[in-house]
């Protein structure tokens, strides 16, 4: 994977190579994948950064939670489908020397859409395989320094005018001998070879200008195929939601089929809807989908109000897509909510909540964040923990999974740019997931294979912990809200933090 052969990889790696810094474009959603699991016997914590472009070199982190590791291995695959069983070679992981159960590697992701990268683990306690899935997708296009393309604009005339008077100068003194001057039919000879270089010369810039051109185009077509799709909104019968979704790019629709969206823990579309300004208001509801490729949601009673919508859905090879929109509601009277959906109200956000780590829960109870006593900083993986307590203050006893899981964590920065839905597994979505254990369970053969940690588990009847913890990273600097989602005796109960990220 380290051989950048097609035209785009070597576009791809100019352009990286000429762009000055590095700056992330708004993005809903943060690319960066954070994923927590087990490979076999080995408990990891892995950071996949995501290149700015594709292809692009993302950058792997993996910290193991024991010190019995001794080598790792990682290389991107397709999460699905063909090339999902066949990997290219490996690279090794790095161990660090002054953190031995610290790893980090680079590695080429060649093509967008939804990867993987599968992480071999070898150590005392045997070996162990855990797949990380990658949503992989180009998010702007670099352009080059001034400076520099003046330079390389000089280079190049040098080097075209320096062709066109080496053919001329090769046609009327090339077979001389020392000393002898060249006959006046050779000059003419020789005028007549630069003007033909000269238009072979221009012929091959113009060709190569348009080739780069329409290079450009096609990938600056991809940067707007991946960008958050349109979701539109319209009301009908009172309290009906019917939600659509509109590509930024035209293709978008053709390779997205709704019928073809795939469940992510159990319900096909998770619907956010955040009361603006102020995220004073949060609804955690799930549409279904209709006969004619559109999403509908019996709204539940809500206020009237202006908010930003966040729907959540994955397609059929494991890509997650957020919708995003924004709604104006008039005062709907609904149904009361059943099932899944889940909502929240309380204060708005506080940016000067500098200390906001204990979230009262509407059952009496509350949720502590242990937070970490350093500032909090954008691009750092971190392990977000909760710890939820009975109205007495003790740690609840009676925790359920919601939705297959010990809890949800949704991340919201106060401008909408960021929006990441995450689970104890990770920011990588669990129908990805699922994709990735499945190949990866039959390509394995004989390997240990771990479950990812948090899958499903509405099978067992134990209580949960009354610990939850997230690991997920801001992907930059600014102010956040953080909705923690947990289930206690049947009922729904959020926990909501601000966060001032440095
Ligand atoms: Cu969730």
Known sequence: MKDPSSRKGILAVLAMLLAGALTVSAHVGSPDVYCEGDAGPYHLFVTVRIPQVIPGIAEIQIRSASNDVQRIEIVPMRLSGAGSNLPPTPDVAEQSKQDPQFFTGSLWLMEDGALKVRVSVDGAKGKGELSVPVAAFARQTLKMDKPLGGLLTFLMLFLALGLVFIAGAAVREGNLRPGEAPAPGRARRARIAMA????????????????????????????????????????????????????????WSRYMKMKEVIPDHNHLMHLFLLRTPGLQEMWHLHPDRTADGAFAEDLPTMPAGSYQVFADIVDKNGFPWTLVGTLELPQIQGKALAGDDSSWSGGAVNASAEESTVSQLADGGRMVWQRPSVPLRGNTPMNFKFNVEDKDGRPATNMEPYMGMAGHAEFVSTDLAVFAHVHPAGSVSMAALELARTAQAGASGELQVGAPMAMPMATSNAPLPAEVSFPYGFPRPGEYRIFVQVKRAGQVETGVFDAHVQ
């Open 196 to 251: 033909i270089t000269a238009v072979i010369v221009f012929a091959i810039l113009y060709l190569g200008g348009a080739w780069w051109n329409s290079e450009a185009r096609n990938y600056d077509r991809e940067v707007t195929f991946f960008k958050p799709p349109a979701v539109e909104t319209t009301l009908e019968n009172g309290n009906r939601l019917i939600l659509r979704a509109k590509g930024q790019d035209p293709r």
